[in-house]
Protein backbone atom coordinates (compact mmCIF):
# COMPACT_ATOMS: atom_id res chain seq x y z
CA UNK A 1 0.00 0.00 0.00
CA UNK A 2 1.42 3.44 -0.65
CA UNK A 3 1.83 5.54 2.25
CA UNK A 4 0.29 9.34 2.07
CA UNK A 5 2.34 12.17 1.82
CA UNK A 6 3.05 14.75 4.51
CA UNK A 7 0.75 16.82 2.35
CA UNK A 8 -1.59 14.85 1.15
CA UNK A 9 -2.62 14.04 5.33
CA UNK A 10 -2.64 17.55 6.07
CA UNK A 11 -4.93 18.53 3.42
CA UNK A 12 -8.50 18.38 4.13
CA UNK A 13 -9.70 15.75 1.26
CA UNK A 14 -13.61 15.88 0.25
CA UNK A 15 -15.85 12.57 0.85
CA UNK A 16 -17.55 11.22 -1.45
CA UNK A 17 -20.87 13.49 -1.03
CA UNK A 18 -19.00 16.21 -1.85
CA UNK A 19 -17.28 15.06 -4.90
CA UNK A 20 -20.72 13.87 -6.21
CA UNK A 21 -22.85 17.14 -5.45
CA UNK A 22 -20.02 18.74 -7.48
CA UNK A 23 -21.43 17.40 -10.62
CA UNK A 24 -24.60 16.58 -9.41
CA UNK A 25 -27.06 18.33 -12.22
CA UNK A 26 -30.22 19.19 -9.56
CA UNK A 27 -28.03 20.44 -6.88
CA UNK A 28 -25.54 22.52 -9.32
CA UNK A 29 -28.31 23.91 -10.87
CA UNK A 30 -29.69 25.23 -7.24
CA UNK A 31 -25.83 26.85 -6.70
CA UNK A 32 -26.18 28.09 -10.26
CA UNK A 33 -29.02 30.26 -9.23
CA UNK A 34 -27.45 30.99 -5.72
CA UNK A 35 -23.68 31.98 -6.99
CA UNK A 36 -25.44 34.45 -10.01
CA UNK A 37 -28.03 36.01 -7.61
CA UNK A 38 -24.04 36.60 -5.04
CA UNK A 39 -22.45 38.37 -7.99
CA UNK A 40 -25.19 40.31 -8.68
CA UNK A 41 -25.06 41.37 -5.26
CA UNK A 42 -21.49 42.24 -5.43
CA UNK A 43 -21.86 43.83 -8.67
CA UNK A 44 -24.29 46.20 -7.09
CA UNK A 45 -22.57 46.70 -4.07
CA UNK A 46 -19.51 47.83 -6.83
CA UNK A 47 -20.86 49.55 -9.02
CA UNK B 1 -16.20 69.31 -29.63
CA UNK B 2 -14.08 67.45 -27.39
CA UNK B 3 -11.36 64.47 -28.22
CA UNK B 4 -10.73 61.86 -25.38
CA UNK B 5 -8.16 59.16 -26.62
CA UNK B 6 -7.68 56.06 -25.13
CA UNK B 7 -4.38 53.83 -25.13
CA UNK B 8 -4.82 50.30 -25.28
CA UNK B 9 -8.46 48.46 -26.56
CA UNK B 10 -7.80 45.56 -23.14
CA UNK B 11 -11.28 45.24 -20.88
CA UNK B 12 -10.59 48.71 -19.40
CA UNK B 13 -9.72 50.48 -22.40
CA UNK B 14 -12.49 49.06 -24.48
CA UNK B 15 -15.13 49.48 -21.39
CA UNK B 16 -14.73 53.40 -21.31
CA UNK B 17 -14.25 53.93 -24.89
CA UNK B 18 -17.60 52.36 -25.45
CA UNK B 19 -19.46 54.21 -22.45
CA UNK B 20 -17.79 56.97 -23.90
CA UNK B 21 -19.48 56.58 -27.19
CA UNK B 22 -22.60 56.20 -25.79
CA UNK B 23 -22.63 59.07 -23.38
CA UNK B 24 -20.97 61.55 -25.61
CA UNK B 25 -22.09 60.63 -28.88
CA UNK B 26 -20.97 62.09 -32.44
CA UNK B 27 -21.03 65.43 -30.84
CA UNK B 28 -17.50 64.48 -29.64
CA UNK B 29 -14.83 62.46 -31.20
CA UNK B 30 -13.32 59.44 -28.79
CA UNK B 31 -9.96 57.46 -30.62
CA UNK B 32 -9.15 54.04 -29.57
CA UNK B 33 -4.71 53.87 -29.71
CA UNK B 34 -3.97 49.77 -29.92
CA UNK B 35 -1.68 47.87 -31.78
CA UNK B 36 -3.90 45.36 -32.42
CA UNK B 37 -6.57 44.57 -34.74
CA UNK B 38 -8.23 42.19 -32.62
CA UNK B 39 -10.15 42.75 -29.88
CA UNK B 40 -9.26 39.50 -27.15
CA UNK B 41 -11.29 37.90 -24.47
CA UNK B 42 -8.37 37.03 -22.33
CA UNK B 43 -9.91 34.97 -19.45
CA UNK B 44 -10.92 31.91 -22.13
CA UNK B 45 -7.63 31.84 -23.68
CA UNK B 46 -7.08 29.55 -20.78
CA UNK B 47 -9.43 27.20 -22.80
CA UNK B 48 -7.55 27.92 -26.50
CA UNK B 49 -4.49 26.84 -24.46
CA UNK B 50 -5.89 23.24 -24.05
CA UNK B 51 -7.80 23.19 -27.34
CA UNK B 52 -10.49 23.60 -26.50
CA UNK B 53 -11.05 26.84 -28.59
CA UNK B 54 -10.03 28.41 -31.59
CA UNK B 55 -8.55 31.72 -31.55
CA UNK B 56 -11.51 33.13 -33.85
CA UNK B 57 -14.16 32.38 -30.67
CA UNK B 58 -12.14 34.05 -28.54
CA UNK B 59 -11.48 37.46 -30.59
CA UNK B 60 -13.17 39.17 -33.20
CA UNK B 61 -12.21 42.33 -35.07
CA UNK B 62 -12.35 45.93 -33.57
CA UNK B 63 -12.26 48.16 -36.87
CA UNK B 64 -16.27 47.24 -37.69
CA UNK B 65 -17.41 46.91 -34.02
CA UNK B 66 -15.82 51.05 -34.15
CA UNK B 67 -17.34 52.40 -36.83
CA UNK B 68 -20.60 50.99 -36.45
CA UNK B 69 -20.38 52.91 -32.36
CA UNK B 70 -18.60 56.00 -34.06
CA UNK B 71 -15.40 55.18 -32.26
CA UNK B 72 -12.21 56.26 -34.32
CA UNK B 73 -10.00 53.34 -34.28
CA UNK B 74 -5.99 53.49 -35.10
CA UNK B 75 -4.00 50.65 -34.98
CA UNK B 76 -1.03 51.78 -33.43
CA UNK B 77 1.40 51.81 -30.44
CA UNK B 78 1.43 54.88 -28.23
CA UNK B 79 5.20 55.97 -28.07
CA UNK B 80 5.35 58.94 -25.91
CA UNK B 81 2.91 61.43 -24.21
CA UNK B 82 3.64 65.05 -24.15
CA UNK B 83 0.71 66.82 -21.86
CA UNK B 84 1.60 69.91 -22.37
CA UNK B 85 2.38 69.84 -26.24
CA UNK B 86 5.61 71.40 -27.21
CA UNK B 87 6.97 74.90 -28.28
CA UNK B 88 4.98 75.23 -31.69
CA UNK B 89 1.57 74.19 -29.59
CA UNK B 90 -0.03 73.75 -26.06
CA UNK B 91 -2.61 71.31 -27.64
CA UNK B 92 -1.62 68.11 -25.62
CA UNK B 93 -0.84 64.95 -28.11
CA UNK B 94 0.28 61.31 -27.97
CA UNK B 95 3.06 60.23 -30.31
CA UNK B 96 1.96 56.74 -31.90
CA UNK B 97 3.44 54.30 -34.37
CA UNK B 98 1.41 52.42 -36.59
CA UNK B 99 1.12 48.94 -36.43
CA UNK B 100 -0.90 48.10 -39.49
CA UNK B 101 0.18 46.62 -42.51
CA UNK B 102 1.65 49.14 -45.01
CA UNK B 103 1.65 51.63 -42.40
CA UNK B 104 4.31 50.28 -39.90
CA UNK B 105 6.68 51.82 -38.48
CA UNK B 106 5.12 55.53 -39.13
CA UNK B 107 4.70 57.75 -36.26
CA UNK B 108 2.10 60.86 -36.01
CA UNK B 109 0.52 62.56 -33.30
CA UNK B 110 -2.57 62.72 -31.80
CA UNK B 111 -3.75 65.47 -29.92
CA UNK B 112 -5.95 65.00 -26.70
CA UNK B 113 -8.29 67.10 -24.47
CA UNK B 114 -8.36 63.74 -22.22
CA UNK B 115 -6.22 60.98 -22.15
CA UNK B 116 -6.97 57.64 -21.08
CA UNK B 117 -3.97 55.21 -20.50
CA UNK B 118 -5.46 51.88 -20.56
CA UNK B 119 -2.57 50.34 -22.00
CA UNK B 120 -2.67 46.96 -20.17
CA UNK B 121 0.90 45.57 -19.45
CA UNK B 122 4.06 44.42 -21.50
CA UNK B 123 4.88 40.87 -20.95
CA UNK B 124 8.30 40.60 -19.38
CA UNK B 125 9.36 37.42 -20.84
CA UNK B 126 13.11 39.15 -20.83
CA UNK B 127 13.01 39.36 -17.14
CA UNK B 128 13.64 35.59 -16.60
CA UNK B 129 16.15 34.14 -19.16
CA UNK B 130 15.02 31.16 -21.11
CA UNK B 131 11.47 32.58 -20.73
CA UNK B 132 8.68 32.84 -23.16
CA UNK B 133 7.63 30.72 -26.41
CA UNK B 134 10.15 32.45 -28.32
CA UNK B 135 12.49 29.79 -25.94
CA UNK B 136 12.09 27.44 -23.52
CA UNK B 137 8.68 27.81 -22.13
CA UNK B 138 4.80 28.04 -23.08
CA UNK B 139 2.45 30.73 -22.32
CA UNK B 140 -1.50 31.83 -22.57
CA UNK B 141 -1.17 35.31 -22.57
CA UNK B 142 -2.14 35.63 -25.82
CA UNK B 143 -4.29 34.10 -28.07
CA UNK B 144 -1.96 33.37 -30.22
CA UNK B 145 0.93 32.11 -27.60
CA UNK B 146 -2.19 29.65 -26.51
CA UNK B 147 -2.80 28.19 -29.76
CA UNK B 148 0.75 27.50 -29.86
CA UNK B 149 0.56 25.76 -25.87
CA UNK B 150 -2.13 23.82 -27.54
CA UNK B 151 -0.68 22.00 -30.62
CA UNK B 152 2.71 21.42 -27.76
CA UNK B 153 -0.21 19.61 -25.66
CA UNK B 154 -1.76 17.59 -27.99
CA UNK B 155 2.18 16.48 -29.17
CA UNK B 156 2.47 15.67 -25.13
CA UNK B 157 -0.65 13.54 -24.79
CA UNK B 158 0.40 11.37 -28.19
CA UNK B 159 3.32 10.78 -26.71
CA UNK B 160 1.37 10.08 -23.55
CA UNK B 161 -0.54 7.78 -25.74
CA UNK B 162 2.68 6.16 -27.23
CA UNK B 163 3.67 5.34 -23.42
CA UNK B 164 6.06 7.78 -22.21
CA UNK B 165 5.75 9.44 -18.97
CA UNK B 166 6.02 13.04 -19.02
CA UNK B 167 6.08 15.86 -16.94
CA UNK B 168 4.23 19.32 -16.82
CA UNK B 169 5.30 21.83 -15.37
CA UNK B 170 2.07 25.24 -14.99
CA UNK B 171 3.19 28.42 -13.20
CA UNK B 172 4.59 31.40 -12.87
CA UNK B 173 8.19 32.60 -14.57
CA UNK B 174 9.29 34.92 -11.81
CA UNK B 175 9.07 35.91 -8.47
CA UNK B 176 7.54 38.65 -9.02
CA UNK B 177 4.63 37.47 -11.46
CA UNK B 178 0.93 38.57 -11.00
CA UNK B 179 -2.32 36.65 -12.67
CA UNK B 180 -1.88 33.25 -10.49
CA UNK B 181 -5.16 32.80 -10.86
CA UNK B 182 -4.52 31.96 -14.81
CA UNK B 183 -2.02 29.66 -14.18
CA UNK B 184 -4.37 27.89 -11.72
CA UNK B 185 -7.37 27.42 -14.01
CA UNK B 186 -4.47 26.33 -16.40
CA UNK B 187 -2.94 23.81 -14.55
CA UNK B 188 -6.61 21.86 -13.61
CA UNK B 189 -8.19 22.38 -17.18
CA UNK B 190 -4.73 20.73 -18.42
CA UNK B 191 -4.85 18.14 -15.74
CA UNK B 192 -9.02 17.78 -16.82
CA UNK B 193 -8.06 17.49 -20.66
CA UNK B 194 -5.15 14.91 -19.98
CA UNK B 195 -7.70 12.90 -18.05
CA UNK B 196 -10.17 12.79 -20.62
CA UNK B 197 -7.44 11.75 -23.15
CA UNK B 198 -7.21 8.55 -20.56
CA UNK B 199 -3.41 9.25 -19.85
CA UNK B 200 -3.60 10.42 -16.48
CA UNK B 201 -1.28 7.71 -15.21
CA UNK B 202 1.58 9.07 -17.42
CA UNK B 203 1.63 12.54 -16.34
CA UNK B 204 3.34 14.03 -13.28
CA UNK B 205 2.05 17.87 -13.29
CA UNK B 206 3.90 20.36 -10.57
CA UNK B 207 2.67 23.97 -10.08
CA UNK B 208 5.16 25.99 -9.45
CA UNK B 209 4.38 29.46 -8.36
CA UNK B 210 5.53 32.58 -6.43
CA UNK B 211 2.56 32.12 -3.62
CA UNK B 212 4.02 32.05 -0.47
CA UNK B 213 0.97 29.41 0.07
CA UNK B 214 -1.60 27.99 -2.32
CA UNK B 215 -4.56 30.13 -3.06
CA UNK B 216 -2.88 33.23 -1.84
CA UNK B 217 -3.58 34.25 -6.21
CA UNK B 218 -2.07 38.12 -5.27
CA UNK B 219 -4.67 39.34 -2.84
CA UNK B 220 -3.20 37.86 0.53
CA UNK B 221 -5.60 35.16 0.25
CA UNK B 222 -8.92 34.99 1.41
CA UNK B 223 -10.54 33.92 4.76
CA UNK B 224 -13.94 31.73 4.19
CA UNK B 225 -16.62 30.65 6.03
CA UNK B 226 -17.51 27.09 5.83
CA UNK B 227 -19.02 24.17 8.05
CA UNK B 228 -19.33 27.01 11.18
CA UNK B 229 -15.27 27.66 10.64
CA UNK B 230 -13.93 30.77 9.08
CA UNK B 231 -10.95 29.17 7.37
CA UNK B 232 -7.88 30.40 4.55
CA UNK B 233 -8.42 29.78 0.80
CA UNK B 234 -5.20 27.87 1.56
CA UNK B 235 -6.81 24.93 2.30
CA UNK B 236 -9.52 24.48 -0.23
CA UNK B 237 -6.84 25.31 -2.57
CA UNK B 238 -4.65 22.27 -1.18
CA UNK B 239 -7.27 19.87 -1.34
CA UNK B 240 -8.10 20.63 -4.84
CA UNK B 241 -4.30 20.15 -5.57
CA UNK B 242 -4.34 16.71 -3.68
CA UNK B 243 -8.12 15.36 -5.23
CA UNK B 244 -6.33 15.90 -8.73
CA UNK B 245 -3.09 15.01 -7.60
CA UNK B 246 -0.95 17.81 -8.75
CA UNK B 247 2.01 18.67 -6.56
CA UNK B 248 2.96 22.02 -5.74
CA UNK B 249 5.94 24.46 -5.33
CA UNK B 250 5.06 27.38 -3.43
CA UNK B 251 7.82 30.53 -2.75
CA UNK B 252 9.31 29.89 -6.23
CA UNK B 253 11.36 32.65 -7.95
CA UNK B 254 12.29 31.08 -11.60
CA UNK B 255 15.46 32.57 -12.68
CA UNK B 256 16.27 30.50 -15.50
CA UNK B 257 14.41 28.16 -17.91
CA UNK B 258 16.59 25.97 -20.04
CA UNK B 259 15.66 23.21 -23.06
CA UNK B 260 13.33 20.46 -20.75
CA UNK B 261 14.90 22.16 -17.11
CA UNK B 262 13.65 25.34 -15.30
CA UNK B 263 15.98 26.52 -12.52
CA UNK B 264 14.50 27.91 -9.64
CA UNK B 265 14.67 29.60 -5.56
CA UNK B 266 12.70 28.55 -3.11
CA UNK B 267 11.77 31.16 0.09
CA UNK B 268 14.41 29.69 2.18
CA UNK B 269 17.22 30.41 -0.67
CA UNK B 270 17.69 26.92 -1.77
CA UNK B 271 18.53 26.43 -5.53
CA UNK B 272 16.52 23.59 -7.44
CA UNK B 273 16.36 22.43 -11.03
CA UNK B 274 13.10 20.82 -12.24
CA UNK B 275 13.12 19.01 -15.53
CA UNK B 276 10.30 19.19 -17.40
CA UNK B 277 8.79 18.10 -20.84
CA UNK B 278 6.20 20.91 -21.11
CA UNK B 279 6.24 24.02 -18.99
CA UNK B 280 3.61 26.59 -18.99
CA UNK B 281 5.21 29.28 -17.16
CA UNK B 282 3.67 33.04 -17.11
CA UNK B 283 5.80 35.72 -17.41
CA UNK B 284 5.61 39.27 -15.06
CA UNK B 285 4.29 42.38 -16.32
CA UNK B 286 6.00 45.77 -16.94
CA UNK B 287 3.95 49.22 -18.39
CA UNK B 288 4.65 49.38 -21.71
CA UNK B 289 7.39 51.91 -21.74
CA UNK B 290 5.38 55.04 -23.02
CA UNK B 291 7.68 57.99 -22.32
CA UNK B 292 6.52 61.19 -21.37
CA UNK B 293 7.71 65.16 -22.36
CA UNK B 294 6.77 68.70 -20.75
CA UNK B 295 6.62 71.54 -23.42
CA UNK B 296 10.04 72.34 -23.54
CA UNK B 297 10.78 68.76 -24.46
CA UNK B 298 12.82 67.84 -20.98
CA UNK B 299 11.77 63.91 -19.38
CA UNK B 300 9.17 63.60 -17.47
CA UNK B 301 8.59 59.74 -17.79
CA UNK B 302 10.29 59.42 -14.28
CA UNK B 303 7.96 61.71 -12.67
CA UNK B 304 4.51 60.60 -14.43
CA UNK B 305 5.40 56.71 -14.33
CA UNK B 306 6.25 54.65 -11.29
CA UNK B 307 9.93 52.77 -11.85
CA UNK B 308 8.16 49.54 -13.32
CA UNK B 309 6.37 51.48 -16.17
CA UNK B 310 2.80 51.70 -14.81
CA UNK B 311 1.10 55.41 -14.56
CA UNK B 312 1.04 57.24 -11.41
CA UNK B 313 -2.19 57.88 -10.39
CA UNK B 314 -4.05 59.37 -7.15
CA UNK B 315 -2.70 56.64 -4.58
CA UNK B 316 -0.45 57.10 -1.35
CA UNK B 317 3.20 55.48 -3.16
CA UNK B 318 4.53 56.34 0.01
CA UNK B 319 7.14 53.38 0.67
CA UNK B 320 6.10 51.40 3.73
CA UNK B 321 6.18 48.07 5.66
CA UNK B 322 3.37 45.72 5.29
CA UNK B 323 2.39 46.34 8.27
CA UNK B 324 1.56 50.25 7.99
CA UNK B 325 -0.13 49.56 4.29
CA UNK B 326 -3.77 51.43 4.51
CA UNK B 327 -6.65 50.20 2.01
CA UNK B 328 -6.72 53.76 1.05
CA UNK B 329 -3.54 53.98 0.20
CA UNK B 330 -5.30 52.95 -3.09
CA UNK B 331 -6.30 55.19 -5.95
CA UNK B 332 -9.77 56.21 -6.55
CA UNK B 333 -10.27 58.55 -9.48
CA UNK B 334 -7.57 57.38 -11.09
CA UNK B 335 -6.24 60.86 -12.16
CA UNK B 336 -2.46 61.75 -12.91
CA UNK B 337 -1.83 63.66 -9.87
CA UNK B 338 -0.13 66.56 -12.60
CA UNK B 339 -2.25 66.54 -15.11
CA UNK B 340 -6.04 66.53 -14.38
CA UNK B 341 -7.12 65.69 -17.73
CA UNK B 342 -4.98 62.25 -17.57
CA UNK B 343 -6.02 59.26 -16.16
CA UNK B 344 -4.57 55.44 -15.55
CA UNK B 345 -6.89 52.38 -15.87
CA UNK B 346 -6.55 48.99 -15.45
CA UNK B 347 -3.43 47.28 -15.21
CA UNK B 348 -1.81 50.17 -16.25
CA UNK B 349 -2.01 52.68 -13.27
CA UNK B 350 0.72 52.42 -10.60
CA UNK B 351 -0.26 50.15 -7.20
CA UNK B 352 0.83 51.71 -4.30
CA UNK B 353 2.11 48.63 -3.34
CA UNK B 354 1.01 44.93 -3.42
CA UNK B 355 -1.86 43.09 -1.26
CA UNK B 356 0.33 40.14 -0.65
CA UNK B 357 2.75 40.17 1.98
CA UNK B 358 6.21 40.82 0.07
CA UNK B 359 9.06 38.76 1.22
CA UNK B 360 12.75 37.83 0.26
CA UNK B 361 14.83 35.05 0.06
CA UNK B 362 18.26 34.89 2.82
CA UNK B 363 20.15 35.42 -1.05
CA UNK B 364 17.70 39.30 -0.98
CA UNK B 365 15.52 37.62 -3.94
CA UNK B 366 11.95 39.28 -4.24
CA UNK B 367 9.16 37.10 -4.21
CA UNK B 368 5.94 38.84 -4.13
CA UNK B 369 2.96 38.34 -6.25
CA UNK B 370 1.92 41.67 -7.50
CA UNK B 371 -1.58 42.53 -6.89
CA UNK B 372 -4.05 41.46 -10.05
CA UNK B 373 -5.99 44.17 -11.18
CA UNK B 374 -7.80 42.76 -14.54
CA UNK B 375 -11.07 41.46 -15.18
CA UNK B 376 -14.24 42.93 -12.94
CA UNK B 377 -12.21 45.72 -11.41
CA UNK B 378 -10.38 46.38 -14.55
CA UNK B 379 -13.78 46.95 -16.65
CA UNK B 380 -15.27 49.36 -13.36
CA UNK B 381 -11.93 51.44 -13.68
CA UNK B 382 -12.90 52.02 -17.23
CA UNK B 383 -16.50 53.17 -16.64
CA UNK B 384 -15.60 55.60 -13.61
CA UNK B 385 -13.08 56.95 -15.58
CA UNK B 386 -15.58 57.32 -18.46
CA UNK B 387 -18.26 58.28 -16.63
CA UNK B 388 -16.25 61.00 -14.90
CA UNK B 389 -14.77 62.73 -17.85
CA UNK B 390 -18.13 63.06 -19.70
CA UNK B 391 -18.88 65.08 -16.32
CA UNK B 392 -15.98 67.35 -17.16
CA UNK B 393 -17.01 67.64 -20.78
CA UNK B 394 -21.03 68.08 -20.64
CA UNK B 395 -21.47 69.80 -16.91
CA UNK B 396 -17.19 70.99 -16.77
CA UNK B 397 -17.17 69.69 -13.52
CA UNK B 398 -13.09 70.25 -12.39
CA UNK B 399 -12.90 66.80 -10.54
CA UNK B 400 -13.78 63.23 -11.23
CA UNK B 401 -17.03 62.55 -10.47
CA UNK B 402 -16.75 59.18 -10.07
CA UNK B 403 -14.72 57.12 -7.94
CA UNK B 404 -14.25 53.47 -7.57
CA UNK B 405 -10.95 52.17 -5.07
CA UNK B 406 -10.41 48.79 -5.16
CA UNK B 407 -10.57 49.14 -1.60
CA UNK B 408 -14.29 49.52 -1.84
CA UNK B 409 -15.09 47.31 -4.75
CA UNK B 410 -15.44 43.78 -4.59
CA UNK B 411 -14.40 40.96 -7.25
CA UNK B 412 -16.47 37.65 -8.63
CA UNK B 413 -14.19 35.73 -10.08
CA UNK B 414 -14.81 32.20 -11.99
CA UNK B 415 -11.73 30.22 -12.70
CA UNK B 416 -11.78 26.75 -14.48
CA UNK B 417 -11.04 23.53 -13.21
CA UNK B 418 -12.22 21.54 -16.27
CA UNK B 419 -14.55 22.62 -19.02
CA UNK B 420 -17.36 20.14 -19.04
CA UNK B 421 -21.27 20.32 -19.25
CA UNK B 422 -21.74 17.29 -16.75
CA UNK B 423 -18.10 16.23 -15.24
CA UNK B 424 -16.45 20.19 -15.45
CA UNK B 425 -15.94 22.52 -12.79
CA UNK B 426 -15.09 25.91 -11.42
CA UNK B 427 -14.32 28.12 -8.48
CA UNK B 428 -16.66 30.87 -7.93
CA UNK B 429 -15.49 33.26 -5.59
CA UNK B 430 -16.21 36.60 -4.71
CA UNK B 431 -14.80 38.70 -2.61
CA UNK B 432 -15.30 42.29 -0.82
CA UNK B 433 -13.24 44.64 -0.83
CA UNK B 434 -10.74 43.15 -3.15
CA UNK B 435 -7.54 44.90 -1.10
CA UNK B 436 -8.26 43.22 1.94
CA UNK B 437 -9.44 46.17 4.83
CA UNK B 438 -8.31 45.93 7.96
CA UNK B 439 -9.54 48.64 10.09
CA UNK B 440 -13.24 48.11 8.89
CA UNK B 441 -13.39 43.72 9.01
CA UNK B 442 -10.22 43.32 11.60
CA UNK B 443 -9.05 39.80 11.48
CA UNK B 444 -10.18 38.52 8.38
CA UNK B 445 -9.39 42.16 6.38
CA UNK B 446 -12.68 41.41 4.40
CA UNK B 447 -16.31 41.26 4.77
CA UNK B 448 -17.20 37.52 5.63
CA UNK B 449 -20.62 37.22 4.00
CA UNK B 450 -19.90 38.81 0.87
CA UNK B 451 -16.11 36.82 0.38
CA UNK B 452 -17.55 33.20 -0.69
CA UNK B 453 -15.90 30.21 -2.50
CA UNK B 454 -17.44 26.63 -4.30
CA UNK B 455 -16.25 24.48 -6.34
CA UNK B 456 -19.16 22.72 -9.10
CA UNK B 457 -20.42 22.41 -12.20
CA UNK B 458 -22.63 25.42 -12.00
CA UNK B 459 -19.08 27.26 -11.80
CA UNK B 460 -18.23 25.79 -15.03
CA UNK B 461 -21.61 26.76 -16.66
CA UNK B 462 -21.07 30.69 -15.58
CA UNK B 463 -17.68 30.72 -16.64
CA UNK B 464 -18.72 29.48 -19.80
CA UNK B 465 -22.27 31.84 -20.20
CA UNK B 466 -19.80 34.90 -18.99
CA UNK B 467 -17.70 34.00 -22.23
CA UNK B 468 -20.36 34.67 -24.24
CA UNK B 469 -21.97 37.61 -22.22
CA UNK B 470 -18.70 39.27 -22.39
CA UNK B 471 -18.44 38.76 -25.93
CA UNK B 472 -21.70 40.30 -26.88
CA UNK B 473 -21.27 43.47 -24.64
CA UNK B 474 -17.75 44.08 -26.33
CA UNK B 475 -19.11 43.90 -29.75
CA UNK B 476 -21.76 46.17 -28.87
CA UNK B 477 -24.88 44.65 -29.77
CA UNK B 478 -28.25 45.45 -28.75
CA UNK B 479 -28.39 46.08 -25.06
CA UNK B 480 -24.65 45.45 -24.10
CA UNK B 481 -24.56 48.24 -22.03
CA UNK B 482 -27.38 46.59 -19.73
CA UNK B 483 -24.52 44.07 -18.76
CA UNK B 484 -22.20 44.86 -15.73
CA UNK B 485 -18.53 44.60 -15.99
Not at chain 2, 203 to 216: P, Q, R, S, W, Y
Not at chain 2, 349 to 358: D, E
Not at chain 2, 365 to 374: E, G, L, Q
Not at chain 2, 397 to 418: D, F, I, R, Y
Amino acid sequence: MTQPTERERDAMKPGRWVLFFRTCVVYQLWRFVWINLRMLRMIRMSH
Amino acid sequence: MSRVVILGAGISGHTAAQILSRKLGRKHEVVVVSPNRSWNWIPSNIWVGVGLMKPEEVTFELKPVYERMGITHEQARAIAIHPEGDASSPAPYVTIERTEPGKAGERENVTYDYLVNATGPKLNFAATPGLGPEQNSLSVCTYGHAAQTAEALKTAIDRMRAGEKLTFVVGTGHGLCTCEGAAFEYAFNLEFEIRNAGVREQAKIVFLTNEAELGDFGVDGLQLKRGGYVMPSRAFAESLFVERGVEWVTGAHVNRVDPGEVHYETLDGEMHALAFDFAMLLPPFTGVGLQAFDRAGTDITAELFAPNGFMRVDANYTAKPYEEWRADDWPKTYQCPRYANVFAVGIAFAPPHALSRPRKTKNGTAIAPAPPRTGMPSGIMGRVVALSIVDMIQNGAEKPSHTASMAQMGAACVASAGASFWKGSAASMTMFPVVPDYERFPGAGRDLVHTTGEIGSAGHWIKRILHHMFLYKAKGRPGWWLIPE
